[in-house]
């Protein structure tokens, strides 16, 4: 049985055959395929061209769909995604600022009379989505339900010209710009988290010819970085598209785009073994909706992996987790550098 989501979406469009569709359709945050499964199984012979876009990436056990049908990776929301596309599907985002970019490129980039359809649990639905549609559509409407699911459907695109992402904001704090797209953790903000594993470093001890920021948001960490350590080389990675294409804004705002290396890959993959002195880390523990304790413990093994003999990882969790006897086990000799009743910041030892 298929989604929910993409059951609604179908029903809403009312297309069997693949000759119903248009030649090019655009889909977004479908990591598992769901809906280019689904177009692509559709019986009939005019296959259209099918994009599809997530901003963590198609997941590794839905790959062998794009080896075994007419669909395509794109790597960023952009143009090359939603070119000459008539229809674009997908999932609605959690965020309303990722939902507001994709409605806005979406409005800007696709064929003058393109449709978006964006689907969700009727649970997760509420009225500032129809409104962010609003703001790049002329019409607006919500479908009617299917197996706790509806659609919000935007036709009459309004372009607004220039793209208003990523957005940017200045934390005084830091003296520094902080640039951010839609799908981007904490926006513009200075995200409480980042906040207090700043505050638990001391400066004077920062020693390090290569550091990481490790699943990078919108580079905070890593622009902190390479101004308290001139003479260091920086990395900033993450999954996200959103995340790296904001932290590169960021480096490049602060004039340190020179200076910080950003790679987009899950668990700092593209990072040599054993390459790094220092590894800063504030984990997230949320997969869209969802709750994931344990997603930090794969990115501890990423640090594991990079750092050299010797070098350390800083942590920053949220104090009721157990994430401490996770790090003694996985990377090394943990110490506490910080703790309030919201917060603990650790430094391991590799």
Known sequence: MSAPEVDVVLHELGVTRLE???????????????????????????APRIRVFSDAGVSPEAREVLEHAAITECAELDGELFADAELVLGLLPKSLAELDEIAETVAAKAAPGVTLMLAGREKHLTRSMNEQFAS??????????????????????KPTGEPSYPREARIDDLDLTVCAHGAAFAGTGYDIGTRALIEAL?????????????????????AWL??????AEVIATDRSWAACASAAATATANGLDGRI????????????????????????????????????????RAARR???????????????LRHREHLERIVGRTRQLARTNKFTVTATTR
Not at 226 to 231: G, H, R, Y
Not at 306 to 314: A, D, E, K, S
């Open 20 to 46: 119903d569709l248009p030649r090019t359709v655009a889909i977004v945050e479908d990591a598992q395929l769901d809906f280019a499964r689904a177009l692509a199984e559709l019986p009939g012979e005019a």
């Open 136 to 157: 790049h559509f002329g019409q607006v409407r919500a479908t009617r339900g299917l197996r706790k699911a509806r659609a919000i459907v935007g036709a009459e695109p």
């Open 202 to 222: 001391d400066v004077d001890d920062l020693d390090a010819s290569r550091a990481v920021d490790l699943g990078c948001g919108t580079g905070i960490l890593a």
């Open 226 to 231: 390479a101004k308290q350590l001139p003479d």
């Open 261 to 300: 290396t950003v790679l987009r890959g899950d668990s700092g993959a593209g990072i040599d073994d054993a390459s790094c002195d220092l590894v800063l880390l504030n984990p997230p523990f949320h997969e869209g909706r969802d709750i994931e304790k344990g997603m930090a413990n794969e990115l501890f």
């Open 306 to 320: 990079v750092l050299r003999p010797g070098g350390t990882l800083v942590t920053v969790f949220n104090s009721h």
